[in-house]
């Protein structure tokens, strides 16, 4: 990304969907949010350091059900917001660099990159994520490798998740405490 961005300066994740319909034992930052905060560590290989947050629950009394999250990385910071009260899907991404911005909608498959020169729509073929991440876990099992996503990329964003959870209850900036 750093070809086309240049020095990446913010980067901007919104999640949401309607009230899931189904027992939840997590809240949204582990459902949602999650999934944005493992994106960034993959493609920009660079852990959170600190985070700062501001949850809160409409509908449900235990797990919080909408989040504003600040997440500072070692070169870039990042929002996230991640909520179960817009009526309707959005899983959107966008990347500000010194060079560029690329905007990424999740829902509707579209990648859009903002120059000084223009705009580019690059046509991509977008495939169902969690299938060819069990595809590539049943390949890994197979020929007897790591996975692409593997126990602790999964450790790594839980990390994240706790320190959000744990910063919008003490409404303080905590530094991320990664296990390993």
Not at 15 to 32: A, E, H, I
Not at 122 to 141: G, Q, S, V
Request: proline share 4%; hydrophobic share 40%.
């Amino acid at each position: 990304p750093n070809n086309v961005l240049g020095k990446v300066i913010t980067v901007n994740s919104k999640r949401t969907s309607l009230w899931p319909n189904r027992p939840w034992d997590v809240g949204v930052v582990k459902d949602l949010a999650i999934h944005d905060i493992d994106l960034l560590h993959y493609i920009f290989k660079e852990k959170a350091q600190q985070v700062y947050a501001n949850v809160g629950s409409l509908r449900h009394s235990y797990y919080e059900d909408y989040a504003t999250m600040l997440i500072n990385y070692e070169t870039y910071s990042a929002i996230f917001e991640a909520n179960w009260i817009t009526p309707y899907k959005i899983r959107y991404l966008s990347l500000t660099g010194e060079k560029a911005v690329v905007n990424l909608d999740f829902v509707e498959d579209e990648l859009t990159i903002f120059k000084d020169d223009g705009i580019l729509k690059p046509k991509i073929i977008m495939r169902e994520p969690l299938l060819l991440e069990d595809k590539d876990f049943l390949e890994a099992i197979i020929s007897k490798r790591e996975p692409k996503a593997t126990g602790i990329d999964g450790i790594r964003a839980l990390a994240v998740c706790e320190a959000i959870i744990k910063s919008a209850k003490n409404r303080k900036i905590v530094e991320v405490n990664y296990p390993m």
